[in-house]
Structures are given as C-alpha cells and as structure tokens.
C-alpha cells in the first residue's frame, strides 16, 4: 500500500541563512534572498552569468530589438550575462547560415570576462570622446545602445534613485550620438518621481516609448526598464 505522505516533501525547501558574526541583517536577507530567487537559480542551470539575463531575455521577447546583423553598444555590461544573450540573437559568431552577422560592443570601468563573439572594453562612457571611440570600435553607428548600469548603494533610497538616473539620462545622451536612425535605446531606471524629464527627452527623439517591469525584475523592486523605438536622430546643428 502506498504511504501517505503531508506533501511536504514535494516542496522546494527554502534555504535559510544564519547571521553571522559583522555580518548586518540586510546582508543576511539579501543572501538568503539570492539564495531562494527562481532566476538565480535559473541563470545557474542554463549558464548565464546572472538573473538579468532573463530581463533582457524577455525585453527582446516582446520588442524584437536582438536581430541577426544588429550592432549593438552593452553599458556597464559586467558581469555579461546581457552580452550572453545577445550574442547568438544577433548572430555575433556567424553561426546562423544565410543571416546577417551582428557586432557587439561591451563597456564597462572593470575588466569582464570575455564573452566568445562580444568585444568588451574598458572605458567610462561618461568621459569626453566615448562616443568617438564607440563608433569607431563598432565601424559606425549603433542599432541598439543598452544599459542595466545601477549606481553604488548609499543606502539611501533616494540618493540612489537620481544616481540611477543620473546614470540613465547620462546614457540616453551617448545613445542620441551614436545611435542610427530606427535605433533603439533599452535602460533600467527606478520608479520615484525623478524619471520624468528623461520620459520627456525620449519621447523628442523616438518613435516610441515604453515602460516595462519584466517578470525576473523582483517584486518589491522599484526597477523598470524604458524600451524607446524608432530613433528620429537630432536635429542638425544650425551653421548660422
């Protein structure tokens, strides 16, 4: 006769993580919430470098910016795991027979562990001549520029929210340089009041503008992604 069971054992258990010793309890929860996250977990299993892989992922899902023959521009690109995904969607390696072959530019201010198919650089796109340099590592103009850049934590919550736009619009402006028209500009921003002049410059430019919370972003996160479309490109400087 089968043994009757609570059904206990047919859940996931939920790993719990004791505070140690100069350990505070908000890096105790944050390691206990790693520890539990689907997308942690997924990322494991299917080999990217973390759980953002899946936001891209899904981003792409839906807006359809990763083709093959795409050039594509990575902000703050470590530790890679957007770069993992984008290479084989835009055919970087030219593994997909009769599709046009993409490039991928990665940027960061730290050495990354390379990606097969992406090139990744060491450089601040914030100092003077990025965008020169950019453009010429790419040989041209970009189709997509995108951003998962997130400022370091002060632990206040709102000087964190304008570093993260700051970061965000910092961006959106390297994007209007180097991107080609119909292009398209992907960046993690937070939602709290401050993100409205940069809703406003993005609606100027491209076609489109979205705002998107993927399904691996965590619930009590006030991170959301802004997808605009169709890049219109800028108004030529008046010779007079």
């Known amino acids: 006769m089968a043994r009757k069971t609570s059904g206990r054992g047919q859940r996931e258990l939920r790993t719990k993580v004791k505070s140690a010793r100069g350990r505070r309890l908000s890096s105790t929860l944050w390691l206990e919430r790693q520890l539990n996250d689907p997308y942690v977990k997924k990322a ?10 899946f936001k891209i992922l899904e981003l792409d899902e839906k807006y359809r910016f990763l083709v093959p023959g795409a050039r594509i521009v990575d902000l703050g690109c470590a530790p890679g795991g957007w770069l993992q995904v ?12 009769g599709k046009a072959r993409g490039r991928i530019i990665g940027i960061d201010l730290q050495e990354v562990e390379p990606v097969p198919g992406a090139e990744i650089h060491v450089l601040d796109f914030l100092d003077e001549g990025a965008d020169d340099a950019i453009r010429g590592w790419l040989g041209g103009k970009a189709d997509v ?14 000087t964190d929210h304008l570093r993260i736009m700051a970061l965000c619009e910092a961006a959106a ?9 119909g292009g398209t500009f992907v960046a993690k921003v937070l939602a709290g009041g401050a993100e409205g002049d940069l809703q406003k410059r993005l609606k100027q430019h491209f ?21 605009a479309t169709g890049f219109r490109g800028l108004p030529e ?3 007079d």
Not at 145 to 158: I, L, R, T
Not at 173 to 181: I, K, P, Q, R, S
Not at 213 to 219: T, Y
């Open 237 to 239: 400087a008046s010779g």
């Open 44 to 53: 494991r299993a299917e080999g990217y470098r973390g759980r953002a892989a």
């Open 86 to 97: 984008a290479v084989p969607r835009i055919n970087a390696l030219g593994e997909r027979k």
């Open 173 to 181: 402006e390297l994007a209007f340089d180097v991107l080609d028209e």
């Open 145 to 158: 520029v995108m951003s998962d850049m997130a400022a370091s934590s002060s632990g206040h919550k709102q």
């Open 207 to 227: 076609a489109k503008v979205a705002n998107v919370k993927p399904a691996a972003s965590r619930s009590d996160s006030s991170e959301k992604f802004v997808v």
